[in-house]
Nanobody, 118 residues
Framework: QTQLVESGGGLVQPGGSLRLSCAVSGLTYAIGWFRQAPGKEREGVSCISASDGSTYYADSVKGRFTISRDNAKNTVYLQMNSLKPEETAVYYC??????????????WGQGTQVTVSY
């Protein structure tokens, strides 16, 4: 079974950057990042295919977030730039059972808190 371990969350000021990491063991169609803010539903942020590297980004993060993978390290990264306070949430790495990307998460990591605030 796929196992996922996130790291890299923390406190950052508005406009700042963070990089999240997800260490993956096991096979999966794709890996994705999802987030859940207090009082809101979990949403797909970005996903990347394990086979061809194709990607998906939510409209709200296009141009600011970049998903990438290091196959040698079995790790997927989410580089987040120009962060906004409303993006404060718990960010989860997930095994994506797609296609399409970011629609059918199957297994979840434990989550990492991202707080965007002064």
């Amino acid at each position: 079974q796929t196992q996922l371990v996130e790291s890299g969350g923390g406190l950052v000021q508005p406009g700042g950057s963070l990089r999240l990491s997800c260490a993956v063991s096991g096979l999966t169609y794709a890996i994705g990042w999802f987030r859940q803010a207090p009082g809101k539903e979990r949403e797909g942020v970005s996903c990347i295919s394990a086979s061809d590297g194709s990607t998906y980004y939510a409209d709200s993060v296009k141009g600011r977030f970049t998903i990438s993978r290091d196959n040698a390290k079995n790790t997927v990264y989410l580089q987040m730039n120009s962060l906004k306070p409303e993006e404060t949430a718990v960010y989860y790495c997930a095994a994506d059972g797609g296609p399409p990307l970011c629609v059918a998460p199957e297994r979840w990591g434990q989550g990492t808190q991202v707080t965007v605030s002064y």
